[in-house]
């Protein structure tokens, strides 16, 4: 069968199937949800107004038989917090559940004329809305465990938590894991507030009896899908015990400090003396000592990778799940704490709030700066938490992150670009970085643009993180192939092996090729990321940005960073080059 | 010459006395270079991706100088 687009309406309360257009019939992910959004939402609009819409669309080849780790969701919209657009994908059951419905992307628009809130269910026969109101107020862990009551098959679960609901610019969107813990996130650029604004608490996917993703070229799928697998079985990182599933993301702490690249205490430094009490290392040693929770845990059914894990406290009850570098780095590094429980405590408070964790430990860290408690103040910090579930005035602040805290606290360095704060990579320390912070239309986004592989990991060849030579090329390079993987439905991660071995790069595209029945190799990835961006990049300039957007925070530019003690001073127009290409294609 | 060295993640089974981030304090004959010293270490050349001098990388050949803090690091990504 054909995909089909499901709208759903919250305007006047209907759901309709439509055939995919045409112009939409190739895309899947962040393709589609970026060409959705670039035709059908006013650039112009108001984030959280009647115009803007959510859209959620899986990968291509999610939903497949076994296609190793490709359980990711594209959320987009235009973001309450960058203005301009946003995907932000997640983990978790929603991708393959919404793919084996049939369903390429659902959109989410319009607003309820009688001022109520919904949830709605989704399975094989259709689509219903019902009343939420007895939902309002709950945290996701709360509402996950709801759903499952009340629905059979542990369906996939999309939902915001009260931070959502009060439409503030730091709202993430949950997506259930197979423990039904909310932990996975698309997380960035305040989609929650997106999805609030229609009033719609959770969408509960059920993808019993339905028709399952078609695979035009099956032969061909399943040669591509083997030699990826191959590459991630054989790679260091992602293999059985490597580097991501003995210790998560979070192996990068320790690593990322050396090379003098960890934000620390809000921006100020690239070393943090408590590293290692954060890191993946530790992580994985607490849950040997504890015997509790667990690391190389599966994110979504079917991932190989294995690189998420599940966090106990001392007494071995479970606190949170994942813990991840950006993570430990936001409410930890950043704030000056180095007690991974904490970490752990707020990372449990953001997951249930429905908070991007990133976004949130930046916040804390401005409030540390601006006085309202001192770097370190662990027990200061998670207390911040109960403002924001409470809803108080402090707590909206915060919930509305990290400019609009550092308006109201009156600090000047705000670690952001195009209005969203800064992952954990220091761009004065690893030039490649800061030029994707400062170009990719996502603002600040470690994930669209990883360069820290050849930059730091010696991944997909090997460059200096100290010099701009080359930088702009090289970021451009990884935002186009990133902009297809998030295409895809793959993780991310398998780009890490995929870089350092070229069978499993063609592998990759040629599962995408066999679902799709499309002639594409591996050489026309970069043009086909780059027809993504060119979109993305379109829409924010018809939302206003100009090249000036693309530019690091003044502060970078004349406070030395530590331990390196080096500024950025990449001219601007090495960095206009990036994007010059949209309008000479 | 005295120097400083850190094993992370996977590489740190085959220095399994140093806590977490904690250096190994050695001293090395003048001369050597950051592949002896990670023979001398025992570390398998084939799981090391990265050396870091203070911070920057390094090659392999190069040679260490006196007060180096050095990082022999594994496979490494995420995010």
Same mark, same amino acid.
């Given at each position: ?31 589609? @949800? ?59 059951? #929603? ?89 996975? &996130? ?60 003995? &210790? ?13 690249? *960890?934000?620390?205490?809000?921006? #100020? ?57 950006e993570t430990a780095f936001a409410l930890g590094a950043n704030c000056g704490i180095d007690d991974l429980d904490f970490v752990a405590k707020m990372t449990k408070a953001c997951n249930d709030l429905g908070l991007d964790t990133i976004e949130m430990g930046n916040t804390i860290a401005i409030a540390m700066e601006g006085g309202l408690l001192e770097f ?48 954990? &990579? ?13 170009? @990719? ?34 970021? *451009? ?9 998030? #295409? ?22 040629? #599962? ?23 979109k993305e990049r379109l829409f924010n300039e018809a939302a206003g940005f100009t090249n000036q957007d693309d530019r690091l925070p003044e502060f970078m530019r004349y406070e030395p960073l530590p331990p390196h003690n080096v500024v950025w001073d990449m001219p601007d127009e090495e960095l206009d080059r990036v994007y010059a290409w949209v309008h000479e294609? | ?79």
């Amino acid at each position: 069968m054909t995909r089909k687009i499901l709208r759903i309406n919250m305007t006047d309360l209907t759901a309709t199937y439509e055939d995919i257009p045409e112009k939409w019939a190739k895309w899947a992910g962040r393709g589609l @949800t970026s060409s959705i959004v670039f035709d059908e939402v006013d650039p112009t609009c108001h984030p959280l107004g009647p115009n803007n819409k959510l859209v959620i669309a899986p990968g291509w080849v999610s939903g497949t038989p076994a296609a190793p780790s490709s359980g990711r969701t594209s959320f987009g919209g235009k973001s309450p917090l960058t203005g301009g657009i946003k995907e932000a994908n997640s983990g978790g059951l #929603s991708s393959q559940k919404i793919a084996k419905l049939g369903i390429a992307a659902i959109i989410l628009e319009g607003q309820p004329k009688d001022g109520k809130w919904y949830s709605i269910f989704i399975n094989k026969d259709g689509v219903k809305f019902e009343d939420a109101s007895d939902l309002l107020g709950k945290g996701m862990e709360e509402v996950d465990r709801i759903m499952w009551e009340r629905y059979d098959h542990k369906p996939a679960v999309i939902g915001i938590g009260p931070v959502g609901e009060r439409l503030a610019a730091n709202a993430g969107i949950s997506v259930n894991d197979p423990e039904n813990n909310p932990g996975r &996130y698309a997380g960035r650029g305040g989609l929650g507030a997106v999805m609030g604004a229609r009033h719609v608490k959770a969408i509960v996917v059920d993808d019993k009896g339905g028709p399952g993703v078609e695979i035009k070229d099956m032969a061909l799928f399943k040669k591509g899908r083997k030699k990826l697998i191959d590459a991630i079985m054989a790679h260091d990182l992602t293999k059985p015990g490597g580097g991501l599933n003995a &210790y998560g993301t979070d192996v990068l702490m320790n690593i990322i400090n050396e090379a003098g690249g *960890l934000p620390t205490r809000n921006f #100020s430094s690239g070393q943090f003396e408590g590293a290692a009490k954060i890191s993946g290392e530790m992580i994985a040693e607490m849950v040997e000592k504890r015997k509790a929770g667990m690391t190389g845990h599966a994110c979504h059914p079917g991932c190989i990778i294995q690189c998420s894990n599940i966090y106990p406290g001392p007494d071995g009850t479970i606190i949170a799940s994942p813990i991840e570098y950006e993570t430990a780095f936001a409410l930890g590094a950043n704030c000056g704490i180095d007690d991974l429980d904490f970490v752990a405590k707020m990372t449990k408070a953001c997951n249930d709030l429905g908070l991007d964790t990133i976004e949130m430990g930046n916040t804390i860290a401005i409030a540390m700066e601006g006085g309202l408690l001192e770097f370190g103040d662990k027990e200061g910090a998670l207390a911040l938490f109960d403002h924001i579930a409470k809803g108080t005035p402090l707590g909206r602040v915060l919930s509305n992150g990290v400019e609009a805290t550092a308006k109201v606290f009156g600090v000047h360095r705000t670690p952001t670009v195009k209005g969203q704060s800064m992952p954990a &990579y220091e761009p004065r320390a690893i030039k490649g970085i800061g030029v994707t912070y400062a170009t @990719t239309p996502m603002g600040a986004d470690h994930t669209s643009g990883y360069t820290i592989a050849p930059e730091i990991a010696g991944i997909g060849g090997k460059v200096d993180p100290m010099t701009y030579e080359g930088k702009a090329d090289l970021s *451009l390079a990884f935002q186009a192939t990133t902009a297809f993987i998030d #295409s895809s439905g793959y993780c991310l991660f398998i780009a890490f092996p995929i870089l350092d071995i070229a069978e499993g790069f063609e592998g990759m595209v040629e #599962s995408v090729a066999g679902v799709m029945g499309w002639p594409v190799e591996a050489t026309d990835v970069v043009a086909i990321g780059k027809e993504i961006l060119k979109k993305e990049r379109l829409f924010n300039e018809a939302a206003g940005f100009t090249n000036q957007d693309d530019r690091l925070p003044e502060f970078m530019r004349y406070e030395p960073l530590p331990p390196h003690n080096v500024v950025w001073d990449m001219p601007d127009e090495e960095l206009d080059r990036v994007y010059a290409w949209v309008h000479e294609d | 010459m005295r120097v400083e060295v850190r094993v992370f993640a996977t590489l740190r089974r085959y220095l399994p006395e140093l806590g977490i981030g904690e250096p190994k304090i050695m001293d090395v004959p003048d001369g050597t270079t950051f592949d002896q010293l990670r023979e001398m270490l025992g570390l398998p050349a084939d799981e090391v991706k990265v050396i870091m001098r203070n911070g920057l990388q390094v090659e392999p050949e190069d040679v260490i100088h006196d007060g180096d803090r050095i990082a022999y690091i594994p496979a490494t990504g995420g995010g």
